[in-house]
């Protein structure tokens, strides 16, 4: 990328040094990303500086929130093109990583990524949160649970709260508009075994506007008749 020095300034600005492989990665990841993006929908964002702050750098500012080296496993929940959840485990490799997202296409995209980058210990999973979330394989197994530009809040505390092990985290990836959903979306996290620990607003470099942060921390198991049938979540959401 002509931009390299973009992503390499901005991730240290970040506190994170890129080693010569992470940056190949990266490269190798937005040449992919424009290619692919000729044939099926992944983003709006194709210009090479935007893609490295709104997507890559954006994706990985959650640094300023939580220790991921502490944490161990990890899910996206509509990963989409892979945001954060490809960032994240390019510069976490340690990671365990879960990327689920609903649309098949996306998916097969996220498969030659992962073989491209010869990234290790990620996997991809083709269902809708409301299915997965009831399964024992996937229900309250993970240390934390990301999710960017997916639904309103209350609608995605419902989709991505019953995937955390009691004790671990859910992080909201918002904007500094949304203040009025947050607060409102509190009777759903207390529903689903949650609470709102702290909203934090971080500067993603370069950038002149913040990347809002809502971390909220699963306090005890998420009763068994969440999350409801598939649709329901968005139809009604909780309260
Ligand atoms: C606007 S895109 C955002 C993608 C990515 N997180 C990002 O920030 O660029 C929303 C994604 O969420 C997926 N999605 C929406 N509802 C879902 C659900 N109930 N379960 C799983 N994926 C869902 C969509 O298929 C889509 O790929």
């Given amino acids: 990328m002509i931009y390299n020095h973009l992503l390499i300034e901005g991730a240290e600005k970040l506190g994170y040094k890129l080693t010569d492989i992470q940056v190949k990665q990266f490269n190798k990841y937005y040449e992919m990303l424009i290619k692919w993006n000729k044939k099926i929908n992944l983003t709006s964002i ?15 500012a959650i640094k300023e929130v939580i220790d991921l080296n502490i944490c161990n496993s990890l899910i996206d929940l509509g990963t989409g093109a892979g945001f954060p959840g490809i960032p994240l485990k390019i510069v976490f490799p340690n990671l365990k990583v879960t990327l689920v997202d609903s649309l098949n296409k996306r998916i097969n995209f996220l498969l030659e990524v992962i073989d491209e ?19 024992d394989l996937y ?44 607060y409102s979306s509190k009777g759903a996290m ?11 607003n971080v500067e ?32 009604s959401p909780l309260r």
């Fill in 190 to 200: 207390e529903k689903l075994g949650a609470c709102l620990e702290k909203i934090k």
């Fill in 46 to 60: 194709i210009d090479e500086q935007e893609v490295i702050l709104k997507h890559f750098l954006d994706s990985i």
């Fill in 139 to 182: 229900r309250e197994q993970f240390d934390l649970c990301v999710s960017r530009a997916v639904a309103d809040l209350s609608i995605l505390s419902e989709y991505c709260i019953p995937f955390v092990r009691h004790g671990g985290y859910f992080i909201s990836y918002k904007s500094n508009k949304s203040q009025e959903e947050i």
């Fill in 204 to 235: 993603v470099p370069f950038l002149d506007i913040e990347r809002t942060f809502v971390v909220i921390k699963k306090v005890k198991n998420t009763p068994n008749k969440y999350p409801r049938k598939a649709g329901k979540p968005k139809k």
């Fill in 117 to 135: 980058l010869s990234l290790e210990d990620i996997q991809c999973i083709h269902s809708r949160a409301e299915d997965l979330g009831n399964t």
